[in-house]
């Protein structure tokens, strides 16, 4: 009977550990920030002209939009002229194979996959009188995050969309930094 109720206990306590999957609440900064006053008239996100793509796994919606959206709460235009574009250029999240075993980091060990983003934007600030780009600025935003073969769809979703809410918080510091620095900011 003692061996019955700890096989028992020992399958349940692996069930558990098994199928537990914790959701990371996390406060990201950018959302719960007001709106920051820029000198200038007009904030727009928009896609660039050339070779603008967006290739994302998994993910449930648009991280353009979702960069749109981070745009429109984060500033407050409170200029009489100028423009800051904000032009996407390139969204990618993909999930690679890791090419080779490290046994020295065991994330990588125990996951052969990663999930792999990147986001890459142009900063503009154009002189509406002239139309000129009177500062420009390039961004890049890389993340990584072990992708776990065990995971369910659901779960691997709920990554991806944590991974893609982390380049946003990233881009928000570096858009912010520039901003900043070329005086930008009320």
């Not at 959701?23 to 996100?45: C, H, I």
């Not at 080779?100 to 509406?128: F, H, M, W």
Request: aromatic residues 6%; hydrophobic residues 35%.
């Amino acid at each position: 009977m003692k061996k019955s109720k700890g096989f028992i206990f020992l399958g349940i306590l692996i069930l558990t550990g098994c199928s537990s999957f914790q959701v990371e609440r996390r406060k990201l900064a950018y959302l719960e920030r007001t709106p920051l006053s820029l000198r200038v008239k007009v904030v727009d996100v928009c896609q660039g002209l050339k070779d603008f793509k967006e290739s994302v796994c998994l993910l449930p919606c648009s991280v353009f939009q979702m960069i749109k959206q981070w745009a429109e709460s984060s500033f407050q235009p409170n200029g009489h002229v100028g423009r800051l574009q904000i032009q996407v250029e390139e969204i990618e999240v993909v999930e690679k194979k890791i090419e080779e075993e490290d046994s020295a980091n065991p994330v990588k060990s125990r996951c052969p996959e990663q999930y792999c983003g990147k986001i890459r934007i142009t900063l503009k600030i154009i002189n509406q009188g002239t139309g000129q780009d009177k500062t420009i600025s390039q961004i890049t935003v890389l993340e990584k995050r072990p992708s776990p073969s065990n995971h369910t769809v659901r779960q691997r979703r709920i990554l991806v969309t944590q991974l893609v809410e982390d380049m946003i918080e990233r881009l928000d510091h570096e858009v912010i930094n520039f901003l900043k620095i070329e005086g930008y900011l009320i």
